[in-house]
């Protein structure tokens, strides 16, 4: 559980890293936006990484929290999707920081235990997207001509592109209308009929 101080810590590096990108996240930005010194940022956290690390277990935490309350749904798995994308556009339109965030492989790139955290991410999501799927196959609502694993890598990579177009126009658009129509997309291509 985190305290009050690492929550704080936590929203004021989202906040630095949407405003000035990963480069921004330094503690010396974070103790002058929260207005504590250096030092009493390093007793909640060793290092820039170590906040980093708390970043990507919120974001898997909210992840985890999403596919759990999506697989308890009466749903079909088309509709399973639905929810899960829209929600997930819904977070990404409401902190744009986490998408700098979870899709930056440059910030990974070169820290095993970021590399590992995000890995355990994607696996983890991917796994429960494979079920849905895979769930959608047996009942005939989706294609089965293609491997469960494979259509999931499909529609995550899809849905990363996707949303790493919305970062890169700086959010011109609005995620969630053309997200929608996006996934219409999504699901004619996966859908049998």
Known sequence: MLTDRQKEIIDVSLNLIADRGIQGLTIKNISKEIGISEPAIYRH?????QILIAL?????ITSEELFKEVAGLPLSAMEKINHLFLKHFQIFSANTSWVAVIFAEEIFRNEPV???????????????????LGDGQQFGEIRN????????VMV???????????????YEFNLIDEGTLFLHSIKKMIATK
């Open 156 to 170: 995550m990579g899809a849905l990363r592109l996707f949303v790493k177009k919305w970062q890169y126009s700086v």
């Open 145 to 152: 001509d293609i491997e469960a694993g494979h259509l999931s």
């Open 45 to 49: 956290y060793e290092n820039k990484i």
């Open 56 to 60: 990507l277990d919120l974001f898997k």
């Open 114 to 132: 970021l590399m590992s955290k995000i890995s355990s991410i994607i696996n983890q999501n991917d796994r429960q997207l494979q079920s849905i």
